[in-house]
């Protein structure tokens, strides 16, 4: 049942932009439902993403919709396809949340990663350490089973990074200052956390800029959001929005414009690549001198 229900946002994602298609042919849901020889209330549950779509009647819809181009055509088949495939995730579909599976194969499937982290390392960078620290929020005791699984399951998401086919994942993260500062796990794991996101920062599919406490307010406020681009020809985007329980998906279009001018803006006043490199560099610094004073601060036995 897990792997049927799982890719809800994919399937919204697809229909948004089918009704995009359709709207800007000036068609009503009465002339689709025609072409399908359906009831209408059909086409709306495909566009509103409640029901996936067969692939004979995709096509039959992007004739009506004009879409000729082959590689746009096959782009559009692709999407539809990769909604009945099976995953490496399907089996722990009863462990964890849905909105965090849609998440994980947003990653899986989409070309593009456009995302703001201002307090926390993003969970594709993040070090097996680091994340043990931040799912057990703080929590002592031994590591129980299911923290155990988010764990495996945030490294094992991390493979999207140096992926061989489809081409690895292009991200471009901007992190908040307080993401280098706060200890989460202590000032030992924090520094491996920050050489690990140097060394992740050099690979070519990756950009990490570093927005510094002395830029003072910035657009957007202080919520996470990733905007997660779906290959060409299709063109597609979806925006997620992070808070303490789960995980929001926005398709309009006039959503995914608005946080990718919230997104531009803090690009402009974050640190360049090279700048934050250099920042997190001294972060990680500053920290291996502290351990390093600690240690010879501490009594000995």
């Not at 000036?26 to 020889?37: I, Y």
């Amino acid at each position: 049942m897990g792997a049927e229900q799982y890719p809800t946002v994919r399937r919204r994602v697809l229909g948004a932009n089918l009704r995009r298609l359709r709207e800007d042919t000036s068609l009503l849901l009465e002339d689709a439902a025609d072409a399908l020889s359906c009831h209408p209330a059909k086409v709306s549950r495909i566009e509103s993403g409640r029901s996936g779509i067969r692939a004979l009647d995709l096509k039959a819809l992007l004739d009506l919709y004009e879409v000729r181009d082959p590689a746009a055509r096959e782009g559009w088949l692709a999407l539809a396809r990769e909604g009945r495939r099976q995953r490496w995730w399907r089996d722990l579909a009863d462990r964890l949340p849905q909105d965090f599976l849609d998440l994980i194969g947003l990653e899986a499937e989409v070309a593009s990663c456009l995302g703001f982290q201002p307090s926390i390392i993003p969970g594709l960078f993040q070090t097996e350490e680091y994340a043990t620290a931040v799912i057990r929020g703080g929590t002592v005791g031994p590591v129980d089973e299911q923290c155990r699984t988010r764990v495996r399951v945030r490294l094992d998401r991390q493979r999207v990074l140096t992926r061989g086919e489809p081409a690895p994942l292009e991200v471009l993260m901007v992190i908040g200052e307080a993401a280098l500062r706060q200890e989460i796990g202590g000032p030992r794991v924090l520094r491996e956390q920050l050489v690990h996101l140097i060394e992740i920062a050099q690979l070519s599919n990756v950009t990490v800029q570093v927005l510094p406490f002395s830029a003072g307010a910035y657009p957007g406020g202080p919520t996470p959001f990733s905007i997660y681009g779906f290959p060409p020809p299709s063109g597609m985007e979806v925006v997620s929005l992070e808070n303490i329980t789960s995980h929001a998906y926005l398709e309009r279009a006039q959503d995914t414009a608005h946080y990718g001018k919230v997104f531009a803006d803090l690009r402009g006043i974050a640190l360049s690549p090279v700048e934050s490199e250099a920042f997190i560099a001294a972060s990680a610094q500053q920290l291996a001198d502290r351990v390093t004073r600690d240690r010879s601060d501490s009594p000995i036995e």
